[in-house]
Structures are given as C-alpha cells and as structure tokens.
C-alpha cells in the first residue's frame, strides 16, 4: 500500500456500535421515570443532523441539554464502549497498528470518551479530533468548549482544511457529516460504512458502500483478517426456507435474497450469474444447464433430504459441494405416515367426505384396528426404520425391504424380495430415494402383487409409483385406500393448480408434499444447512456434504488455508506438493480426500508465502476451483 494514504474515521456507530452521548444518556438517565422520553429526543435530535436535516450545532445544544451526566457517568461509559468497539474493527487490529499515523478519527462526538476507547486498538490521542465537555466543581458535565471548530456547523469540513492532508484521503463514516467533507472536495472518496446503521441519504451519496471495514481492506488490497469480504457473498434462498436460514446467513454478514417460489430452468439459469450460495427445496432443479451459468457458487444447500433434483455430478465437476439435511424432518414424515395408516384402515377420508357433504355414516364397515396389521416398509433407511419403531409401538407387525444389507431393528422381519414384502403385508409403505432407478418401482404388477384390501402410502417421491395404475388398482379393490405425498408434476408455487388422476377417489389421502412441512423440521433443517455450509466457506470443511470427499478440518490458527478442488487423476497431489516444495513453503498441516470425480487437497500453510504459488496451484492442469482461506 502507499504510504501517502489517509484514513477519515468516525467514531459513533462507526469505530463503535453505537452514538456515544446516547449512550451515555443511557446511563445518566438509569432509573430515571422520564428516562425513555429523553432517550427518544435525543435519539431524534441525532438522527436529524446524522441525516443533514438540523445543524450539528443545533443538535449538539439541545441534545447536551436533555443530559444530567457526570465524570462518573462518563467512566461507565468507556468502560461500555470499549465493548462495543464495531465486530469488523476489532477483527482487523493490524489496519489499526500498521497505519496508526495515518489513521485520523474525526468525530463530532467527544474526545473525553473516545480517545480511551481508540486507545484499544492501538490509536493516538493525538490523531483525535473531537469536541471536549465542559464540567462544573461537582464534576457535572455543564456543556462543550465552543471554541473547538468540531462543535460549529459544518466542523468536520474546516476541521479537514485545516490539517491539509498531503496524499489520498479516504473517508469511512456512517453520517453525512462524513460525506460533506468529500462534498467539499477534501476527500478522495467516501465510503459509507453500514455495520452498524444504514441510512439511505447517507448511502446514496457514497462513493462505495461498505458493510464492514473488511470489504473498505479488500478494496484498497490491504492486510486483512479475512481473505474475502462476507458482504460480497451473495446467497438466494428460494421455496419459502425457514426464516431461520436467512438470519443465520444474515449475521454471517452475508447478502440474502429470499424467495417463496421455485424457478423454473431459465429464471434460476439467469438468476444464479452472480449468487455464492444456493437454497434450495424440493422443487427446483439445479441442471448442468443452470450450473454454466453459475460463475461464482460455492455451496449449495438441499434444505430437504432428498438430492434427486440436483446435478450431484456436475456440482462436483464445478467445485460446488452440496450439502443436505438427512435427519432434520424425518419424524415428521414417520408421524405423518403412522396418521394416515390409521386414517386409512378407519376409511376415514370416505367418512369426513360424507359429514360434509351432510351424510350420517355410523358403521363399522371397512373400519378396522392397526393393531397386528402387517405393515411392510419399502427403504429402510433413515424415514423406514423410525417409522418401524414408532409402528411395532403401535402392535403393528413390520417387515422391510432394502436393496441394502440394513440392519433390522426391534422385532422387525426383513423380506428377501420386494414381492414377498407385497404378497405379505396389509400396508406398504415407500421411502426410498428419488433416483432414475426407482422411476415406477411400483407399477401396475407390483400393485397387482399386493394383498387385496391392502393400502399403499407414498411419502417419498413422485415418480416412484405408477399413479394410473395405482387409479386402477384402487378401482378394483384390490387397493382399499392410498395416502400419497409426492407427485410426478407438483406445483411451483402455492398459486399454481393441482391436477392429479386421484383426485376425487374414495379413501384416498392427497397431500402437498408436505410430509417434512412442520414448523420443527423445517426450523431444524435451516439451522443444520446453512451451519453446515458457513462452516464449508469459512473452513473448508466439508463433512457430510453429499457430492464432495468429506474432510472435517480443524480450526485454522495463524495460518493460511489453500483449498484446492480438481479432477481425480493420477499424480495430482505430487504436483501441488512438488510446486510447494520449488517455493520452500513451510506446510502445517494437509488432508486429502477424493471420490469418483474429484479430489479435495487443503494445505495449512505458514502466512509468509509467495504469491506466485497462488498462480501455479490455479493454473495446475486439473484445476477446478481454487480458494485461499484465514
Ligand atoms: N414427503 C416429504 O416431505 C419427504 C420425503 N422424503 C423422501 O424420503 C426419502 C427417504 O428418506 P430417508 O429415509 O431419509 O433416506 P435414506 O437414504 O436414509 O433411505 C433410503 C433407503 O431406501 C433404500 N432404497 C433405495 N432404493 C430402493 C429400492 N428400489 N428398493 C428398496 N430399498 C431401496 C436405500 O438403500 C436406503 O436404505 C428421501 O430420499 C426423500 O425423497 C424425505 C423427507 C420428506
Ligand atoms: O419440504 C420439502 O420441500 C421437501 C421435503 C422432502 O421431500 C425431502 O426432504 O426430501
């Protein structure tokens, strides 16, 4: 960096979180009855020459006046605002102690408690320029010297043409005070700073908008404590996530845009150009055709369990790893299941039909227990295996059928085929994945194959059962009832309609794909999924990620991390260590993992490298994504 550069700082809601005289009034009027009359003026009093709307001067006196505070008031204050140093600042102490000399904190608030505050992070008094109190014997704050030019309108600009800066000036404020100073030509640029407070007027006026003082480093290519602004990461959630995803991305300090609705192939192609990180549910499809499109995504998130709608191959060939939510709503669909087969075996869609449509059906025809049913469960994986639980709780007798080896729990019977499973049980229920393979697993043989006045649940996917066949089946009788979930077509949205060849069948069950749609899972899922991925963009960490090696990675300490994603092929990992080794760098630590397609090399290495090496590892033939991480 140049050493002709210098740095314009503010200090409330600024180099602090928050205005410092309000605050204080925080304090002086503790258990005051009037206490949040006077906070509201004075909050408004600021916030109107903060905006240019009153005269700083005017806001000063009248703000001073609603305050009773005193030196002792004043010491709890600093010992407050020293806590409330902003999140960025505390985490880029070098800015502070590299360029020291440079750094200049200009500031309409006062030096009495701002100097012990920009103290901590290795400022000097004498590069401070604030207003001071004035106080009376008793130690009473009684108002501020009127000489010092920060206390007249307009300070902060004769203030600047007075210290006749030689260089570059850069100014970082959240108030148009701080803009005026650029206005007034003294300035370089100024830069918005919006951690704390985002005014409108202010921001429009900016030359750049600076959400923290890590994305002011990495405009101006400086030592920094993150290697990339989280402000530039840009995530689009789309199908009504839970809110819970968008905050916790939020305080990440990411850019969110948060959608109900799925895309269709040509607006999420159009609308991933510049997103990060993608969140998505069931019902968009995330094709190799989208993913051209994609030039920056990093992660993707299944808030869901099911990854049929995904590319998992072309993800990975891209460097994007995939992460999903395998446990967060499997109760809910067991719960859902074990509802419906009672449902079901009492006729009780027939029934409710009935009342409503103002028919008294009191019997006990077609109504019968679970109780000894035979229920046979198709996938016994996470879902199939939590409903045989709940179910044998239930006396329900439980068999299953896997295409893998799974364990059988309780008292659970595993059926060697799915046709005994189907010839044997009085209630079938699926759980299997979504894949090509499993396309009609249960067609019109298979729905012949089960017993008569048997029932069949889908709570999987859509394509997985043959819905004209099952139409026929149920017509026949052989099926008595069906619950059924998931559809081959399902709407994008809540708006568009619903059209299926089940509609208007006796004993039939329809539901919206809502088997995972709880206000549990689905608060559990945004919280696993968006963990999951902030832990991959910060650490690499990619456990339990559905399409990457896994590697859980510890914390990086002191050091930079270098991650690098690229086709599996022979010879890769001797290269990057060969180019290492020609640089004499000093490694801490390196983990590998590869699967089919890709290999994921990351290597710790000591912060003094050459930047040369960057260049070589990207350029390696093989390469998918490069990423240095601290
Ligand atoms: N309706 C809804 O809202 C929800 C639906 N689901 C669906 O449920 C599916 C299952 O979920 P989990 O149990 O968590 O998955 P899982 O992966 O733990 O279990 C799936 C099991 O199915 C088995 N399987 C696959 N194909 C098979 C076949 N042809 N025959 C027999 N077994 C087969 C697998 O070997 C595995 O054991 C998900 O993939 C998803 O599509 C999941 C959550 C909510
Ligand atoms: O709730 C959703 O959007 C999808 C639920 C589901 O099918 C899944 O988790 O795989």
Redesign the pocket.
């Known amino acids: 960096m140049a050493e002709n550069k210098n740095f314009i700082i503010d200090f409330d809601s600024t180099f602090t979180k928050v205005e410092g005289l309000e605050a204080l009034a925080e304090i002086a009027l503790h258990n005051k009855p009037n206490k949040k009359k006077i906070l509201e003026k004075i909050e408004t009093l600021t916030e109107k020459a903060m905006q240019g709307d009153i005269s700083f001067r005017e806001s000063l006196e009248k703000r001073l006046a609603l305050l009773p505070a005193n030196k002792d008031h004043l010491k709890l204050l600093i010992v407050r605002l020293q806590k409330q140093i902003s999140t960025s600042f505390n985490r880029n102490p070098t800015f502070f102690t590299q360029y020291k000399n440079s750094i200049y904190i200009v500031s309409s608030g006062f030096k009495d408690f701002i100097i012990p505050v920009v103290e901590r992070l290795g400022l000097s008094a004498k590069n401070v320029y604030a207003n001071t109190f004035t106080y009376d014997k008793e130690g009473n704050i009684t108002g501020f010297d009127e000489d010092n030019i920060l206390s007249t309108n307009n300070g902060k600009v004769k203030l600047l043409q007075q210290l006749d800066l030689q260089g570059d000036v850069y100014v970082v404020g959240d108030g148009y005070t701080d803009y005026e100073m650029k206005a007034a030509g003294l300035a370089n640029k100024f830069y918005a700073f919006t951690e704390n407070v985002a005014r409108e007027k202010v921001m429009h006026k900016a030359d750049h908008i600076t959400p923290s003082l890590d994305e002011f480093l990495y405009v101006h290519q400086m030592n920094r404590t993150l290697s990339y602004p989280k402000n530039r990461i840009k995530v689009l959630l789309l199908e009504n996530i839970h809110a819970d995803a968008k905050k916790i991305f939020e305080e990440e300090g990411y850019q969110i845009e948060s959608l109900s609705t799925a895309l269709d192939e040509a607006e999420l192609a159009e609308k991933i150009k510049d997103v990060s990180i993608l969140g998505i549910r069931s019902k968009s499809l995330l094709t190799e055709k989208v993913l051209k499109q994609a030039k920056r995504l990093i992660g993707v998130g299944a808030f ?3 990854t049929n709608q995904i590319d998992l191959e072309a993800c990975a060939k891209k460097g994007v790893s995939v992460f999903n939510a ?1 446990f967060s ?2 109760r809910s ?1 067991v719960e859902l299941a074990i509802g419906e087969i009672i449902f079901l075996l009492r006729n009780l869609p027939t029934k409710m039909q009935a009342m409503q449509d103002g028919n008294w059906q009191k019997s006990a025809q077609n109504s019968y227990e679970i109780r000894g049913k035979k229920l046979g469960i ?7 295996a939590q409903l045989s639980v709940l179910a044998e709780n239930m006396g329900l007798d439980v068999y299953y ?4 080896d ?1 364990l059988p729990l309780g008292n659970v019977t595993k059926c060697k085929s ?1 046709k005994q499973l189907l010839t044997t049980c009085d209630i079938i229920s699926l ?4 894949k090509t ?2 396309k009609n ?1 249960l067609g019109e043989e298979e729905l012949n194959a089960m017993k008569k006045g048997s029932i069949l649940l889908n ?3 859509g394509e997985v059962v043959d819905l004209n066949a099952l139409k026929k089946a149920l017509e026949s009788g052989n099926l008595a009832g069906a619950g059924i ?2 559809f081959p077509e399902e709407p994008k949205t809540n708006q568009e309609k619903f059209t299926s060849v089940l509609q208007g069948m006796p004993n039939v069950i329809l539901t919206p ?5 709880t206000i549990e899972a689905q608060e559990n899922i945004a919280n696993f999924v968006a963990n999951k991925i902030i832990k991959y963009v910060n650490t690499g960490s990619s456990t339990s990620s559905v399409n990457f090696p896994n590697l859980q990675l510890p914390q990086l300490q002191d050091a930079h991390r270098l991650l690098h994603i690229h086709y599996n092929r022979p010879g890769i990992l001797a290269e990057i260590n060969s180019i290492f080794g020609q640089h004499n760098i000093n490694i801490d630590g390196q983990y590998l993992k590869t699967n089919q397609q890709i290999g994921y090399v990351i290597t710790d290495v000591n912060k003094a490298y050459d930047e040369a090496v960057v260049n070589k590892l990207k350029s390696l033939e093989g390469t998918i994504k490069f990423r240095v991480l601290y």
Do not use: W
Request: charged fraction near 15%; charge should be negative.
């Open positions: 869901c369990i099911g395998p709503n499997t669909v198709i996938g016994y994986g996470n879902i199939g059928y896997d295409i893998v799974k799915l759980h299997v994945e979504g393979e499993n697993l709570l999987s996917r979930d998931v794909h809502i088997g995972g749609s």
